[in-house]
């Protein structure tokens, strides 16, 4: 069936250094992918809807220039954190669904769990 | 706008005992309505789904029925395991895909 991976799954940083995490889809192709977050012990939180070929959408109170999300193919959104600071510890969940597919095919990750030191 | 409202936890049950979790929400238009699961360490795991009014979604011996005169999409389970133990979340995705989830239900079931 469709799976969607992240990676890595789990990171550790200084404050103050940027971080990637990547959004794949391994089996079908997306042209939209979303990014969350999920705070312990709260919801899943839309931040953006990464657009392949074009700028992400971001939802109020997201920062774009600290969360740069680059959608560079059809199988691949990649979210950077930049200049992280403590408070950006948190689980970023990914999900994606093929291109023709409604919400009711999407697929969710399984996570990036950040530890900003 | 979109957004669920969800039964606060944490719920703890004995097993064999009767669950439901609440969940309501609003939207514009006609949303697709969700219950996902996420065990311990783990990502979000569909559960059930629901894709119009009247609908009844079910998987695992849990069910929900999407009751729009209502806006509620409940989540029940007759006889609740041991392995039932998971955080729930109802969620709804009405245009474009992305999904709008409820705070999460800790739901912990005792021998």
């Known amino acids: 069936g469709a799976v969607v991976s992240q990676h890595p799954s789990r990171v550790i940083c200084k404050s103050g250094t940027s971080v990637k995490i990547e959004c794949r889809s391994l089996d079908f192709q997306a042209t939209t992918m979303f990014w969350y977050r999920q705070f312990p012990k709260q919801s899943l939180m839309l931040m953006a809807t990464s657009n392949e070929g074009s700028k992400a959408t971001y939802e109020q109170g997201v920062e774009k220039d600290k969360f740069l999300i680059n959608h560079a193919s059809l199988t691949l959104s990649t979210l950077t954190v930049t200049s992280a600071h403590p408070e950006d510890s948190s689980f970023y969940i990914c999900?994606?669904?093929?291109?023709?597919?409604?919400?009711?095919?999407?697929?969710f990750g399984p996570g990036t769990r950040l530890l900003v030191l | 706008g979109n957004s669920v409202t969800q039964m606060e936890g944490p719920v703890t049950l004995s097993e064999e005992a009767f669950l439901t979790i609440n969940c309501t929400y609003t939207?514009?238009?006609?949303?697709?309505l969700f219950w996902y699961v996420q065990y311990p360490g783990e990502g979000l795991q569909l559960l059930l789904k629901?894709?119009?009014?009247?609908d009844k979604g079910s998987n695992k011996g849990f069910e929900a029925t999407y009751r729009k005169e209502t806006t509620s999409f409940h989540l029940e389970k007759g006889s609740v395991q041991v392995s039932d133990s998971a955080v729930y979340f109802c969620?709804?995705?009405?245009?474009?895909?992305?999904?709008?989830f409820g705070t999460g239900t800790s739901l912990t079931v005792i021998p």
């Open positions: 939207a514009t238009g006609y949303p697709s």
């Open positions: 999900s994606a669904g093929p291109y023709w597919a409604g919400a009711e095919t999407q697929y």
């Open positions: 969620a709804l995705s009405a245009s474009g895909n992305q999904f709008y």
């Open positions: 629901a894709t119009k009014a009247d």
